[in-house]
């Protein structure tokens, strides 16, 4: 997406070997109207796939997941995190570790907010190692529901997040897709090839 590589460039920061920082339009400040424009093109790509529910994690996958609810016309249900493993009756739950924080951490979901009629659509803001969504999946199958595709804003394509879901045959879509770092600047995938 034109537009969000643009602003990548523009106002992204490459932090050591393999983080890129993007406080500036999603990570801490966000930009509505490049959200809105992200939604629509996430529903232009998964228009056809009868999507009834948005899932995402808490907190930067929010803003995105949100504006791409708004496109669909459904709602958005965002996992939240929690350091102990208290399991309940009325939640899904599953483990996620984080490889830059090297902790687990458990995310959950009410019962109420998803059931085997829901198609899915998970949005998230990176795709790294593939430990959030991966979490994800695990509790739509445990909801029973259906998972129509993952959608995420920026993907790192060196790091092993996006093997791991085209070896599940997933259908993954991403707005930026990273595939250096290279004296601090951002390689996409369309320059390195
Ligand atoms: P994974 O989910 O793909 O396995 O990612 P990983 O464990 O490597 O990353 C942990 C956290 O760091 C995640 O956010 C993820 O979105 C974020 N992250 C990964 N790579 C980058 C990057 O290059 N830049 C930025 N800005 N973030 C990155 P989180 O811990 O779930 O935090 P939150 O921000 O959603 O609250
Ligand atoms: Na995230
Ligand atoms: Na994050």
């Given at each position: 997406?034109?537009?969000?590589e643009?602003?990548i ?14 406080d ?5 400040q966000?930009d509505?109207d490049?959200m809105?424009?992200?939604g629509?093109e ?11 529910k ?8 929010i ?8 496109a669909f ?6 996992a ?8 309940q009756?009325n939640?899904y ?13 458990h995310i959950?979901?009410?019962?109420k907010?998803?059931d ?12 790294a190692?593939g ?6 999946l695990?509790i ?8 129509e595709?993952?959608g995420?804003?920026i993907?790192?394509t ?18 930026a897709r ?9 390689v996409?995938?369309?320059d390195?090839?």
């Amino acid at each position: 997406m034109q537009l969000l590589e643009e602003r990548i460039k523009k106002d992204g920061q490459v932090l050591g070997e393999d983080v890129l920082k993007v406080d500036n339009f999603l990570n801490h400040q966000v930009d509505p109207d490049l959200m809105a424009a992200m939604g629509e093109e996430f529903y232009r790509l998964f228009k056809d796939a009868h999507i009834t529910k948005i899932l995402t994690v808490e907190s930067s996958g929010i803003a995105p997941a949100v504006l791409t609810g708004l496109a669909f016309h459904v709602p958005v249900v965002f996992a939240r995190k929690h350091k102990s493993l208290t399991l309940q009756d009325n939640m899904y739950s599953a483990t996620v570790y984080s490889y830059t924080k090297k902790v687990n951490n458990h995310i959950s979901i009410s019962k109420k907010f998803i059931d085997e009629n829901d198609r899915v659509l998970v949005i998230d803001d990176f795709l790294a190692n593939g430990q959030a969504v991966e979490g994800l999946l695990e509790i739509i199958e445990q909801a029973n529901a259906q998972l129509e595709g993952v959608g995420i804003v920026i993907e790192k394509t060196f790091q092993k997040g996006r093997e791991l879901l085209d070896a599940r045959g997933i259908h993954v879509e991403s707005l930026a897709r990273i595939a250096a770092f290279e004296n601090g600047e951002v390689v996409f995938v369309e320059d390195h090839q």
